[in-house]
């Protein structure tokens, strides 16, 4: 079945360590996207990418970075420079020629730094 | 700014109507998504309007009006299962998506 997979579900991470999230779709999406949620706000945008090996940062890109080598997987590496990084993350695909607005979500990826 | 609000949480009886209503501020407009999201899960795509008016969808309608600023999400015939969180989302000038906070709804029997 087509979807996006994300990995690991749960995540625990020490502080001062990098930590990277996989995101993996079999959609054939050109656009892909990185969703930060936390209680009591709406999604903010960290990173996405229109196309392999090009992405944009979003509204909350600091202390995270991103690779597009493959259309298929668009990573998601939390940085030991991100200061509150314990969230819920979420990516997501849209595939070509839509209003953009209709994204495909992958079940998401809990992290929590002790 | 760029502004979505929403409820916070709204409780409804099994097999009623409820109406989660949605204003937003943004820098231009390109369409208004509703999005469901049970707990701990992704959210998954309801409806999309960027016209005004009523589009229906099953037991779910959503209704624009563009000179208002205001939406709302009609659910009707709730069943226990519609217990999620309702996210108004809006697609920017710049095509980007401007989030609401969301809408718990909690459905009793």
């Known amino acids: 079945d087509g979807g996006i997979t994300q990995s690991p579900k749960y995540l625990f991470r020490k502080e001062g360590q990098n930590v990277t999230l996989s995101c993996e779709q079999n959609?054939?999406?050109?656009?892909m996207y990185w969703y930060r949620q936390d209680p009591g706000q709406g999604l903010r945008l960290i990173y996405y990418?229109?196309?392999?090996?090009?992405?944009q940062k979003g509204d909350i890109a600091e202390g995270y970075s991103v690779s597009r080598e493959k259309k298929e997987s668009f990573p998601l590496t939390v940085t030991s420079a991100q200061k509150n990084p314990t969230a819920f993350y979420l990516c997501?695909?849209?595939?070509?020629?839509?209003?953009?607005?209709?994204?495909?979500f992958g079940e998401g990826s809990r992290l929590t730094v002790l | 700014g760029q502004n979505i609000d929403q409820p916070t949480e709204m409780t409804a009886t099994e097999g009623a109507i409820v109406q989660i209503n949605c204003t937003y501020q943004?820098?231009?407009?390109?369409?208004l998504f509703w999005y469901q999201q049970h707990a701990g899960e992704a959210p998954t795509f309801l409806s999309y309007?960027?016209l005004d008016g009523l589009e229906e969808k099953g037991r779910f309608s959503s209704f624009l009006s563009r000179s208002k600023g205001y939406s709302y999400l009609l659910l009707k015939e709730l069943q226990m299962k519609d217990s999620a969180s309702y996210l108004c989302?809006?697609?920017?000038?710049?095509?980007?998506?401007?989030w609401g906070a969301g809408t718990k709804l909690i459905i009793k029997p």
């Open positions: 959609l054939n999406h050109d656009a």
């Open positions: 943004t820098s231009g407009f390109n369409g």
């Open positions: 989302a809006v697609l920017d000038s710049n095509y980007q998506l401007i």
């Open positions: 997501a695909s849209a595939p070509p020629g839509t209003h953009t607005g209709e994204l495909f």
């Open positions: 990418s229109q196309i392999v090996n090009d992405f």
């Open positions: 309007n960027v």
